[in-house]
Structures are given as structure tokens and as C-alpha cells.
């Protein structure tokens, strides 16, 4: 299970607050880690969250008995790292908040097994949302071994 990740963005405070609105949840500053960071809370039982740093904020170990810290790096573009984000929100909502915003996002089957919004925050980082109803296609497809990718593995 997931509690909370953490991506970079230009505007943090902004990209924190779309994230927040996409769950009906809240956001607010988040320092701990690197100045000018956000948090987006889903408001939910489990505590769900997404931390949005500054861009080019990247997590190094710190010696001895401390927490990681946020440093400046030069990197800035394109990242593998996502996550699939449940919405209360139904697609139309999704989509007019993404145009509202300027970020490209599509409707997308995964698999043929089940639909994601697939958006782009600031037209850099993926996130897949999915509403209800595409949340109901997930649970389908990822529980019970009908994972797509597990009917393409080889036997054992």
C-alpha cells in the first residue's frame, strides 16, 4: 500500500493544490525536506499524499543519525517515476482541469484491461488518474493473478 510519494515541479505550490483538488482533498506549504515544497493531502483515512518539490530537488543520504535531505541538482527534465492517483472526480472533470491548466492528458486503455487519465503535469511529469469507474477496471485486472503482464510472462 501507498501512503505518500514525492515529485519535483516548477511551481510546487500550484501543482500540489491541482493534486489536492483532483482528490477534494487540501494542500498546503511542506519545508521538512527542501524550501518552497508542498504537500497535496488526499484527506482520506490512510493519510495519502503527494509531496511536490521544487524542481531539480533530489533526495541524498545524510551521514549519522538524520533525516534525508533536499538538494539543488541541475536536473530538470523528463522522469519514469509516476504513480496511478483514484479520484473522486468523473473524466470531464478531470479533462476541464487539465485544459484549465494547460497540461496535456488523454483517456488511455492499459493492457486493453483498464482506462487512465493519463495527464501531465507542467507537460513533464505522468500521472494516471482514474475515476471510479476506472478504478473498478484496476481492482479487476491487478487483483486475483488478471495482472496484463502476467498473461504475457513466460511459465515458470
Not at 501512503?3 to 491541482?18: E, K, M, T
Not at 473524466?91 to 492499459?110: H, L, S, T
Not at 491487478?142 to 510472462?153: L, N
Request: glycine fraction near 10%; hydrophobic fraction near 45%.
Amino acid at each position: 500500500m501507498l501512503f505518500h510519494l514525492s515529485i519535483s515541479a516548477h511551481d510546487p505550490r500550484n501543482v500540489a493544490q491541482v493534486i489536492a483538488e483532483l482528490w477534494r482533498g487540501h494542500a498546503h506549504p511542506f519545508p521538512p525536506v527542501a524550501q518552497g515544497s508542498w504537500i497535496a493531502l488526499a484527506g482520506d483515512d490512510r493519510g495519502t499524499a503527494v509531496e511536490v518539490y521544487p524542481i531539480g530537488t533530489v533526495l541524498r543520504e545524510t551521514e549519522g543519525d538524520a533525516d534525508a535531505s533536499g538538494r539543488a541538482s541541475d536536473e530538470s527534465g523528463f522522469t519514469a517515476t509516476h504513480a496511478a492517483l483514484a479520484t473522486p472526480l468523473s473524466q470531464d472533470e478531470v479533462m476541464a482541469i487539465a485544459a484549465r491548466e494547460g497540461w496535456p492528458a488523454k483517456y488511455r486503455k492499459r493492457g486493453g484491461a483498464f482506462g487512465v487519465i493519463e495527464l501531465w503535469i507542467e507537460g513533464r511529469q505522468m500521472m494516471e488518474l482514474l475515476t471510479q469507474e476506472m478504478q473498478a477496471e484496476y481492482l479487476a485486472a491487478m487483483t486475483g493473478g488478471g495482472h496484463p503482464a502476467q498473461a504475457a510472462a513466460p511459465p515458470a
